[in-house]
Structure formats: structure tokens, C-alpha cells
């Protein structure tokens, strides 16, 4: 009984000499604030509750408020949250602070996160899709302003919200001006996004611009994926009047824990003071070396050394974050499950994300030029050793989008939250085609619903399920793992 397998698990792999390319931010703490540095010595010693002084996450009047403010200051809000329960209680908070009552619509792109599909279960809300722009090369989704503005104008009644992401998991932005345009013109409607791939845009030019300044209502940020916070510490922002302070506080209120880590706020706190000093709009330490600007010109050197190996394509063109490194691998023989195995367990780099086509590799400020000069030589060598199945770029430049959007056109036969209050039962995964699906399922990473409960089951949604799971990819939502069968609902 003594035994400890996670504890024991975790000290073994952060004692690895590896290179991370992935989250949280400070990559096994590489780069961190001063502070959090401090703190991080004898972490059990800091690690207290709401005694006298530290004010209160539910209720904030003295140092918590501060640090919010100066968050807020930072981010280009009006006001900000601090969130310990990770982006994930952030989209359910904003999607519960804009529905008024069960039924109520809401304007969702395809793309959402899995944490969107719970919130529609928790707010009662019934989801009205936005067609994405697909990118069958790389095999992803993106939010589309078309999408949007034609799913607005086939709504009777202006809806509750729209909600979209914005980066996706492979750095690519959506036109967020033009999708607030069509939101607030007439109807007012609030405009949402999941922009927890893109808390560090605030800090420098020559990102994208984040999608406050792009003129959305309420922004989610997980401060930990792309900053220096611990994993699980993100942040909730509104700017404006279309989304209502109190309803949020609200529903923090209900969702979020009433024992908040002072360890995650601090970190928040601090990842904020460390991206303020690294960018180029502040003067202040710390010195070059940990700029943005240092890195942002290292990581586009990369991508144009990377995207002259045979065989690889990096993933570029407007609208793309410059710190997320997206490589095509689909003419090497292998896919990008393969590849990260390769790159884990022969060069000791350990990459974000894989899918059949392609890995993802996350830059923070604590990537340096060395990281990246290793991560090219060993995907070249990856390259020269595997067997190139294609020759060409066609791999990855297809600009057919019908095979993900057959797999998205899940019809919704009840709402999300009809089906996951009903009666249930499980089915062999043989014989789920055409049933109403009673849970989520998604690949992840990227967490991304190919099933959300109340939808029709589809042969082409199993396909690529089962395809993804049988090239090396986790399948997460459902409450059997293996897939091979799926709770499904009766009586309808």
C-alpha cells in the first residue's frame, strides 16, 4: 500500500534529458518568473488556503483583485478572472453567462473544443453549427466567418452567443474582425472564443492580433499552454458591455472549486509579469535572451530550414502563429503518430501532437535557438531514413475538404443535453450506424468532438474514429476507451 505510482511515474519522467515541444509554457520550468522560481523550492510551504491577508478567488477585494487588474491591464480587458479549474471552466462559465434558459440557441463552429459540447449539456442550450473551412492536407478544421455569418442568418431569433476557436491547436486564426463584425451588426450578438492556444498574441507584433483587439466580447486564454502558469491556470477576460460581469462571477461561482491553489494563482500572476517583460513593447529586464522577439525570429528560421527537407512541409501562410511548429509528414511512409514516436525515442524530442498527417510542436519563450537546431537535424534524419510514399507536395496541399466534412455532418437529432439526461444503453460499435449518440467522442489531443450527444451516428464519423485510434491516437469522452462499443440513446 505504500507504493506511489503516480507520484513515482511523474519524478521519473521529469528526470528525463529530454527537449519538450509541448505544454505547459514553461516547459518543465525552463524559463519562469523569479518569483515562481522561489516559490517552486519548496512548493509544500506556499501551498495554503484563504488565511487572513490572501484575499479571496469567489470574492476578491485585496491582492487577488490586484493581480486580476493588473492581468486585465495587461490583456487589453475591461475585466479578468483568474481560473484554477483550467480553459475548460472558462468556456462552460461563458457559455452559462450568455444562455437565459434551456432551449435557448447558440452558434457554435464544428471545430470547438469538447469543453463546449459540456457546456451545451450544463446550459441546456441548443447548438446551431457553423460550417468550418477544412484543411484536408494537414487534416484539420478552422472557424469560418462564412460559416458563422450564414449559420446568424439562419437563426429565427438572434441566438444566445457564437463561440468559436481561435488558434486551433495547429496555430492557424480565424478571421476574428470579420466574424465580430458580423456579430455585432443589428443583433448585437455576443461573441465568444476559445483562445487558449493564443494567450501570448497581446505580447508582440508580429503575432496574430489577439482576439480581444479583434473585437471579441469574452476571450478564454489558457495561460499555462502558451505562458509560463502551471498546468491547469488559465484566464477569462470580457471587454465591453455585451456579456454581462455578474452572470460570470455567477457561474464561477457554481462551477469553479471553492478551494482555489494559491500555488496556480501565484503562477498566473507571475506568467503575466513574465510575458509584460518579455515583450518588445517594455523595456524592462529580463534581458534579450528571453525577448519574444528572440524567439519568434528563431522559430521562423526553423520553419523555412524544416520546410527544405524532402519530405516535409511546414504548415505557413497568413493568419499562423509563428511559435507553432506544424509539419506535414504524409509522403515520408509514415504517419505523424509514427514520426513523434521516432523523434521521442531516438532524439529524446517530445512533441505536442500528432494526427495521420502531421506533428505539432509548441514554441514558448523557453525554446531556444539549441532546441530547435536539434529538432531540425532529427527530423531530417527521420527524413532521409523513411521511405517517401509520394512525391510532390499533394500530401499535404489537398484542397478537397470532403472528407472531414463528411465526418462532421453528424445530423443533431436532440440536444446535447436531451440526450445525455436520457435513457441509455450500449451498443457493439458494429451497430452504432444510425443510433443517436448519448456521449462524447473525440480524438484527442485535439479534444475535438467527432460525436457530441443528441447526433445521429454516422458510418463515415466510426470510420475515422477507428482509424485515428488504430494509428496510435488516444480517443477520449467516451466511457469505453477501446471503442468498441458506445452508449447510445433508447426509446427515441
Given at each position: 500500500?505504500?507504493?506511489?505510482?503516480?507520484?513515482?511515474g511523474v519524478a521519473e519522467r521529469g528526470m528525463r534529458?529530454?527537449?519538450?515541444?509541448?505544454?505547459?509554457?514553461?516547459?518543465?520550468?525552463?524559463?519562469?518568473?523569479?518569483?515562481?522560481?522561489?516559490?517552486?523550492?519548496?512548493?509544500?510551504?506556499?501551498?495554503?488556503?484563504?488565511?487572513?491577508?490572501?484575499?479571496?478567488?469567489?470574492?476578491?477585494?485585496?491582492?487577488?483583485?490586484?493581480?486580476?487588474?493588473?492581468?486585465?491591464?495587461?490583456?487589453?480587458?475591461?475585466?479578468?478572472?483568474?481560473?484554477?479549474?483550467?480553459?475548460?471552466?472558462?468556456?462552460?462559465?461563458?457559455?452559462?453567462?450568455?444562455?437565459?434558459?434551456?432551449?435557448?440557441?447558440?452558434?457554435?463552429?464544428?471545430?470547438?473544443?469538447?469543453?463546449?459540447?459540456?457546456?451545451?449539456?450544463?446550459?441546456?442550450?441548443?447548438?446551431?453549427?457553423?460550417?468550418?473551412?477544412?484543411?484536408?492536407?494537414?487534416?484539420?478544421?478552422?472557424?469560418?466567418?462564412?460559416?458563422?455569418?450564414?449559420?446568424?442568418?439562419?437563426?429565427?431569433?438572434?441566438?444566445?452567443?457564437?463561440?468559436?476557436?481561435?488558434?486551433?491547436?495547429?496555430?492557424?486564426?480565424?478571421?476574428?474582425?470579420?466574424?465580430?463584425?458580423?456579430?455585432?451588426?443589428?443583433?448585437?450578438?455576443?461573441?465568444?472564443?476559445?483562445?487558449?492556444?493564443?494567450?501570448?498574441?497581446?505580447?508582440?507584433?508580429?503575432?496574430?492580433?489577439?482576439?480581444?483587439?479583434?473585437?471579441?466580447?469574452?476571450?478564454?486564454?489558457?495561460?499555462?499552454?502558451?505562458?509560463?502558469?502551471?498546468?491547469?491556470?488559465?484566464?477569462?477576460?470580457?471587454?465591453?458591455?455585451?456579456?454581462?460581469?455578474?452572470?460570470?462571477?455567477?457561474?464561477?461561482?457554481?462551477?469553479?472549486?471553492?478551494?482555489?491553489?494559491?500555488?496556480?494563482?501565484?503562477?498566473?500572476?507571475?506568467?503575466?509579469?513574465?510575458?509584460?517583460?518579455?515583450?518588445?513593447?517594455?523595456?524592462?529586464?529580463?534581458?534579450?535572451?528571453?525577448?519574444?522577439?528572440?524567439?519568434?525570429?528563431?522559430?521562423?528560421?526553423?520553419?523555412?530550414?524544416?520546410?527544405?527537407?524532402?519530405?516535409?512541409?511546414?504548415?505557413?501562410?497568413?493568419?499562423?502563429?509563428?511559435?507553432?511548429?506544424?509539419?506535414?509528414?504524409?509522403?515520408?511512409?509514415?504517419?505523424?503518430?509514427?514520426?513523434?514516436?521516432?523523434?521521442?525515442?531516438?532524439?529524446?524530442?517530445?512533441?505536442?501532437?500528432?494526427?495521420?498527417?502531421?506533428?505539432?510542436?509548441?514554441?514558448?519563450?523557453?525554446?531556444?535557438?539549441?532546441?530547435?537546431?536539434?529538432?531540425?537535424?532529427?527530423?531530417?534524419?527521420?527524413?532521409?531514413?523513411?521511405?517517401?510514399?509520394?512525391?510532390g507536395r499533394d500530401a499535404c496541399s489537398s484542397e478537397?475538404?470532403?472528407?472531414?466534412?463528411?465526418?462532421?455532418?453528424?445530423?443533431?437529432?436532440?440536444?446535447?443535453?436531451?440526450?445525455?439526461?436520457?435513457?441509455?444503453?450500449?451498443?457493439?460499435?458494429?451497430?452504432?450506424?444510425?443510433?443517436?449518440?448519448?456521449?462524447?467522442?473525440?480524438?484527442?489531443?485535439?479534444?475535438?468532438?467527432?460525436?457530441?450527444?443528441?447526433?445521429?451516428?454516422?458510418?463515415?464519423?466510426?470510420?475515422?474514429?477507428?482509424?485515428f485510434k488504430s494509428s496510435g491516437g488516444y480517443v477520449?469522452?467516451?466511457?469505453?476507451?477501446?471503442?468498441?462499443?458506445?452508449?447510445?440513446?433508447?426509446?427515441?
Amino acid at each position: 500500500m505504500s507504493r506511489t505510482p503516480l507520484a513515482s511515474g511523474v519524478a521519473e519522467r521529469g528526470m528525463r534529458r529530454e527537449i519538450p515541444f509541448h505544454m505547459p509554457g514553461h516547459q518543465r520550468g525552463r524559463i519562469v518568473h523569479p518569483v515562481m522560481r522561489e516559490l517552486a523550492k519548496d512548493v509544500l510551504r506556499f501551498d495554503t488556503t484563504e488565511v487572513k491577508g490572501l484575499d479571496y478567488l469567489s470574492t476578491p477585494s485585496g491582492i487577488i483583485q490586484e493581480a486580476q487588474s493588473l492581468a486585465s491591464e495587461a490583456f487589453g480587458a475591461d475585466r479578468s478572472w483568474f481560473l484554477v479549474n483550467g480553459t475548460t471552466v472558462g468556456i462552460h462559465a461563458a457559455v452559462m453567462s450568455v444562455v437565459r434558459g434551456e432551449g435557448d440557441s447558440i452558434v457554435l463552429s464544428r471545430d470547438c473544443h469538447q469543453s463546449a459540447f459540456s457546456a451545451l449539456v450544463l446550459s441546456g442550450a441548443v447548438p446551431v453549427w457553423a460550417k468550418p473551412d477544412y484543411n484536408e492536407g494537414f487534416g484539420f478544421a478552422t472557424a469560418s466567418a462564412g460559416g458563422v455569418r450564414e449559420a446568424l442568418e439562419g437563426c429565427d431569433e438572434p441566438p444566445a452567443g457564437v463561440l468559436l476557436v481561435s488558434p486551433n491547436y495547429y496555430g492557424v486564426c480565424a478571421d476574428v474582425s470579420e466574424v465580430a463584425r458580423a456579430c455585432h451588426h443589428g443583433q448585437q450578438v455576443p461573441l465568444l472564443v476559445d483562445e487558449a492556444h493564443g494567450s501570448h498574441f497581446a505580447f508582440h507584433e508580429r503575432f496574430p492580433p489577439s482576439s480581444l483587439e479583434s473585437g471579441a466580447d469574452l476571450v478564454v486564454q489558457s495561460t499555462h499552454k502558451t505562458l509560463g502558469a502551471m498546468t491547469q491556470a488559465s484566464m477569462l477576460h470580457v471587454k465591453g458591455e455585451r456579456v454581462s460581469s455578474d452572470s460570470i462571477c455567477t457561474s464561477l461561482q457554481v462551477l469553479q472549486s471553492s478551494s482555489p491553489s494559491y500555488i496556480l494563482m501565484s503562477s498566473l500572476d507571475a506568467a503575466r509579469a513574465q510575458a509584460s517583460m518579455a515583450s518588445d513593447y517594455c523595456d524592462g529586464e529580463p534581458g534579450s535572451e528571453q525577448k519574444f522577439s528572440r524567439v519568434v525570429e528563431d522559430s521562423l528560421g526553423a520553419k523555412e530550414e524544416i520546410n527544405r527537407i524532402p519530405g516535409l512541409q511546414v504548415l505557413g501562410g497568413r493568419g499562423v502563429d509563428p511559435l507553432r511548429l506544424t509539419v506535414c509528414v504524409a509522403q515520408l511512409g509514415h504517419n505523424g503518430f509514427d514520426v513523434s514516436s521516432i523523434l521521442e525515442e531516438r532524439h529524446g524530442i517530445v512533441p505536442e501532437l500528432a494526427n495521420e498527417k502531421c506533428v505539432v510542436f509548441i514554441l514558448t519563450l523557453s525554446t531556444t535557438l539549441q532546441d530547435l537546431e536539434q529538432l531540425t537535424r532529427a527530423l531530417r534524419d527521420v527524413a532521409s531514413s523513411s521511405r517517401r510514399a509520394q512525391s510532390g507536395r499533394d500530401a499535404c496541399s489537398s484542397e478537397d475538404s470532403s472528407g472531414l466534412a463528411s465526418v462532421f455532418d453528424s445530423p443533431q437529432v436532440l440536444s446535447p443535453r436531451e440526450a445525455f439526461f436520457s435513457n441509455q444503453r450500449r451498443v457493439d460499435i458494429g451497430n452504432a450506424v444510425g443510433q443517436i449518440s448519448a456521449e462524447t467522442v473525440c480524438p484527442y489531443p485535439p479534444g475535438i468532438p467527432i460525436l457530441c450527444p443528441g447526433e445521429r451516428i454516422t458510418r463515415d464519423a466510426l470510420e475515422f474514429l477507428q482509424t485515428f485510434k488504430s494509428s496510435g491516437g488516444y480517443v477520449t469522452g467516451c466511457s469505453d476507451a477501446t471503442l468498441s462499443s458506445i452508449l447510445i440513446v433508447v426509446n427515441r
